[in-house]
């Protein structure tokens, strides 16, 4: 059974940097094919993908956002982080984490979400 | 604003069968998988279709999809109360190199 949990500050000021952890069971991420990618949903708008790290340390990140995102995985806690970086209240959303398998099954298992809030 | 479109919204009454549509370019549904996701709030997105028309063990079967050139669409049957909520589309787009997803199209059951 797969499940993901993310966790991180609910409260994070201007130009501060955001750093959310997800944690994971029911799969490995030093199995071939596996990532674990993070996905976020501003307050009535669209999902906007962020970031994913595959097994093998390959990381991809959205053209839009890649200078201040930084996506790591600890494979023997079974987490994966991702940190950004001058964070603005454009930035308000509920970030998810989910499991991914190679270009075939991107985010088939995601978490329940956190809501991050940009605000002074 | 997104890289795929779809409507904003769409409508039936239960019993019904309704179509969501996406519609992108040749650099990203053209040529890769089209996947849709179910969102309601407050829950977790949910996998509905991979790979243009597969669909995951759990998924009713009322729920399908297709692909054609650069457009894909959701067909969903026999429409629910429970089918209530938000579909979004998403595939690989290769000139931006990245997951991209539609604007979201908001189901309601009337």
């Known amino acids: 059974q797969i499940t993901l949990k993310e966790s991180g500050p609910a409260l994070v000021r201007p130009t501060q940097t955001l750093t959310l952890t997800c944690s994971f069971s029911g799969f490995s991420l030093s199995s071939t094919g596996v990532g674990v990618g993070w996905i976020r949903q501003p307050p009535g708008k669209a999902l906007e993908w962020l970031a994913l790290i595959y097994w093998d340390d390959d990381a991809r990140y959205s053209p839009f956002l890649q200078s201040r995102l930084t996506i790591t995985k600890d494979t023997s806690k079974n987490q994966v982080v991702l940190t950004m970086t001058n964070m603005d209240p454009v930035d308000t959303a509920t970030y998810y984490c989910?499991?991914?398998?190679?270009?075939?099954?991107?985010?088939?298992?995601w978490g329940p979400g956190t809501l991050v809030t940009v605000s002074s | 604003q997104s890289v795929l479109t779809q409507p904003p919204s769409a409508s039936g009454t239960p019993g019904q069968s309704v179509s969501i549509f996406c519609s992108g370019s040749?650099?990203?549904?053209?040529?890769?998988?089209v996947f849709w996701y179910q969102h309601i709030p407050g829950t977790a997105p949910q996998l509905l279709i991979y790979?243009?028309?597969h669909r995951p063990s759990g998924v009713p079967d009322r729920f399908s999809g297709s692909k054609s050139g650069t457009s894909a669409s959701l067909a969903i049957s026999g429409l629910r109360s429970e089918d209530e909520g938000l579909y979004y589309c998403?595939?690989?787009?290769?000139?931006?190199?990245?997951?991209?997803f539609g604007g979201g199209t908001k189901l309601t059951v009337l």
């Open positions: 989910a499991h991914a398998y190679q270009m075939l099954l991107p985010f088939d298992y």
């Open positions: 790979r243009n028309s």
């Open positions: 040749s650099s990203d549904i053209g040529n890769n998988y």
């Open positions: 998403a595939t690989w787009d290769e000139s931006l190199s990245a997951w991209v």
